[in-house]
């Protein structure tokens, strides 16, 4: 028996013909190769314009501002995907991918300003990057090579996430709960299990039509783990 008809959800891309899904891995990566691509250029943009520094300055004015900032970013988040996810059009799943990623590009902007004015090493950018890539690979293929089904991952992940979130939220109102190298290295693990979690629905229950979901989900987890992988090798530089 095949692993489509032990895992195959009704119409997902594991139960489509061998084409079918090749298309969708296809697109799905396209899309989500796009995405990255878009969030490097517009990064570039802020920087160059200037408004990188402006925007820092916003998110970053008092104290809790970036806590609210945060709470924004998961609201459009929460949109972008149902967006994404909306079988009333094309163009209203590429309207949400588009929202993510530009807003994914503006909470960037005050760690990527930290890294390379503050820090002064903007090499770390490109450090993180190839850290990024070679786990996401590495992670990837895992999951097309086992071909297990990592679905039961969500609820761990779930649970996980709200636990972060709570520690995030406390360190705001508590100074003397520092999140550091190790909370960074525990993020790292969930935005890891984020990947095998998406690529597990990429493989067995996405519909073959989906591929624009399919990649944000993909997106939003690289750019998790780029996230706190650049958040650790900015801790041993700052502590050389």
């Known amino acids: 028996m095949s692993y489509q008809n032990i895992y195959a959800a009704p119409n997902s891309v594991a139960a489509a013909s061998v084409n079918e899904r090749s298309e969708f891995y296809r697109k799905t990566y396209l899309h989500l190769a796009t995405a990255v691509g878009a969030l490097v250029l517009f990064e570039v943009l802020?920087?160059?314009?200037?408004?990188?520094?402006?925007?820092s300055g916003v998110m970053l004015g008092g104290k809790f501002s970036w806590l609210i900032v945060l709470g924004a970013f998961m609201a459009v988040s929460w949109l972008a995907e149902k967006w994404a996810n909306s079988d009333t059009s094309r163009g209203m799943q590429y309207f949400g991918l588009s929202v993510?990623?530009?807003?994914?590009?503006?909470?960037l902007v005050p760690m990527l300003l930290m890294c390379t004015r503050e820090l002064g090493q903007p090499g770390l950018i490109l450090q993180a990057a190839v850290i990024t890539l070679a786990l996401f690979l590495g992670l990837t293929f895992v999951a097309?090579?086992?071909?297990?089904?990592?679905?039961?991952?969500?609820?761990?992940?779930?649970?996980?996430?709200?636990?972060?979130?709570?520690?995030?939220?406390?360190?705001?109102?508590?100074g003397g709960l520092n999140l550091g190298v190790w909370f960074a290295a525990a993020m790292v693990l969930f935005a890891g299990g984020s990947i095998l979690y998406q690529t597990s629905n990429i493989i067995h229950h996405y519909r073959a039509d989906q591929h624009v979901a399919a990649s944000l989900g993909l997106f939003a987890s690289v750019a998790l783990l780029f996230w706190y992988v650049l958040r650790i090798l900015m801790s041993f530089a700052s502590s050389d």
């Open 46 to 55: 802020l920087f160059s314009s200037g408004l990188a520094g402006a925007i």
């Open 144 to 174: 097309f090579t086992t071909k297990k089904d990592f679905s039961f991952l969500g609820g761990i992940l779930k649970i996980a996430g709200f636990i972060a979130l709570g520690l995030i939220v406390a360190s705001f109102f508590f």
């Open 100 to 107: 993510y990623v530009v807003a994914q590009g503006i909470i």
